[in-house]
């Protein structure tokens, strides 16, 4: 009787523990279950590699998942050129990411069109949240009276940076007109030294060359009115002089050698400027941050910048720019499940902290009143305040055909593989055939 009533009583529990860790593991997989589909999911793209930069955002975002903790940001860092080839990838395939940055222009309203982007307009207009920025930041993601993306990383143009040391040492003078670059571009040359670094295996560095010479020549008339079918064609002869004299600095050996080969994601041109072994480099004034946080002691010591000179006897006025005041905005994709948390995201990128941090990081945030300690950053403003006009980069203005076909035509004006005729001809054709006319 003993026996059996101790066999009893090890059945009893051995199944009352089992009940216990059956009642366990349900509940924590029920439990489990119920936390994952409360969790909502943004996957947000950026391409601020720059490890501060990064930073940046990354606290941003931790401060935003802090304040709302039923949401969890997947932040994914990529390179700015292959960015572009996964966003189309994933914009043909109808899975972008929640948030991805942006330039505006031709490339962004292709996405506009084709219903790929969230119209932002309601919540840009609570509390009149777009007052924050500089109104001609929020002009160039504005299409069909709305508002397409946020800016907030930086206001970006583009400047001539230069080695200081450089300059002292050959007594060379700042200079205010094209021929004096010239000038200098010999003297460099004479000595064994690069006048310009130049990375320009992505085709993109280089153009900033061009779209200078183009608006120094005539004015950013010219350009608008072939790039929108307004009387103007891309044969028109101030294209066809740019490239003229963008193949003279070539000939002259202004560009330090294998430019077209060397790559500028992962620092090639601005490693030149470090070593002195190039004196200038014309690039998106995004680099002062990029300098200051991987060469602190360049930036403080070496680093300085001057405006893309005047040209004598054109007609575009030397204070205007190429570039533009919301370097990069951060746009919202249509198939978002969340978008509502996705702008309150995009909020913590430019509030108050992150304008902050990006000043120290050599930034200027697109937002209005800005206060600039740094006199670097001072400078750069004033050369952006002084502009009447700021000239979008034209493979972001452009149509992405089009804009394929300038970048095309421009590499192979410096690798001297085709005439400026040559290229203009093939810009007017493509545009004829994007705009059918």
Not at 162 to 173: C, G, P, R
Not at 202 to 215: A, E, H, I, N, R
Not at 307 to 312: E, L, N, Q, V
Request: with cysteine; net charge positive; aromatic share 12%.
């Amino acid at each position: 009787m003993k026996s059996f009533k101790k066999w009893i009583a090890l059945f009893l529990g051995f199944a009352f523990a089992f009940s216990v860790c059956f009642v366990s593991v349900y509940s924590e997989k029920a439990f489990s279950r119920s936390t994952t589909g409360s969790t909502k999911k943004i996957v947000f793209w950026h391409i601020q590699t720059n490890e501060d930069a990064k930073k940046v955002i990354q606290k941003a975002v931790d401060r935003f998942m802090a304040a709302n903790p039923g949401v969890k940001v997947e932040v994914v860092p990529l390179q700015n050129d292959a960015f572009k080839t996964k966003l189309k990838i994933a914009m043909g395939a109808n899975q972008a990411p929640d948030v991805f940055p942006t330039w505006g222009g031709g490339q962004f309203y292709e996405y506009v069109k084709s219903r790929k982007v969230k119209d932002i307009t309601a919540y840009m207009n609570e509390k009149n949240y777009k007052n924050r920025f500089l109104d001609g930041a929020i002009s160039m993601v504005t299409f069909d009276n709305k508002i397409w993306a946020v800016p907030v990383e930086n206001v970006a143009i583009a400047i001539v940076l230069y080695n200081k040391e450089i300059f002292k040492k050959y007594s060379l003078k700042v200079p205010t007109t094209y021929d004096e670059l010239l000038n200098i571009v010999k003297k460099l040359k004479a000595k064994g030294i690069a006048p310009f670094a130049l990375a320009n295996k992505t085709k993109w560095p280089g153009s900033m060359f061009y779209m200078y010479l183009v608006d120094r020549l005539g004015g950013p008339s010219v350009f608008e009115k072939a790039a929108t079918r307004k009387g103007g064609s891309f044969e028109d002869p101030v294209f066809i002089k740019a490239g003229e004299m963008l193949q003279e600095l070539v000939k002259l050996g202004a560009f330090a050698k294998g430019y077209n080969g060397l790559d500028y994601d992962t620092g090639q041109s601005r490693m030149l400027l470090y070593a002195g072994k190039a004196a200038m480099e014309l690039m998106g004034s995004w680099e002062i941050s990029v300098i200051k946080s991987e060469n602190k002691k360049f930036y403080d010591n070496n680093l300085d910048f001057f405006p893309f000179p005047a040209i004598k006897g054109g007609k575009g006025d030397p204070n205007n720019v190429v570039g533009t005041l919301g370097d990069n905005f951060y746009a919202i994709s249509s198939n978002s499940k969340y978008p509502k948390e996705a702008f309150r995201m995009i909020q913590y990128l430019i509030d108050d902290q992150s304008v902050k941090e990006r000043i120290q990081l050599g930034r200027i945030p697109p937002v209005k009143g800005v206060k600039l300690n740094d006199p670097k950053l001072q400078k750069l403003n004033s050369i952006v305040s002084k502009a009447k006009h700021v000239q979008l980069w034209y493979d972001q203005y452009l149509p992405p055909q089009l804009a394929e076909v300038h970048k095309d035509t421009c590499q192979a004006m410096f690798g001297l593989t085709m005439t400026p005729k040559a290229a203009a001809q093939k810009m007017e054709k493509t545009a004829k055939e994007v705009f059918g006319k």
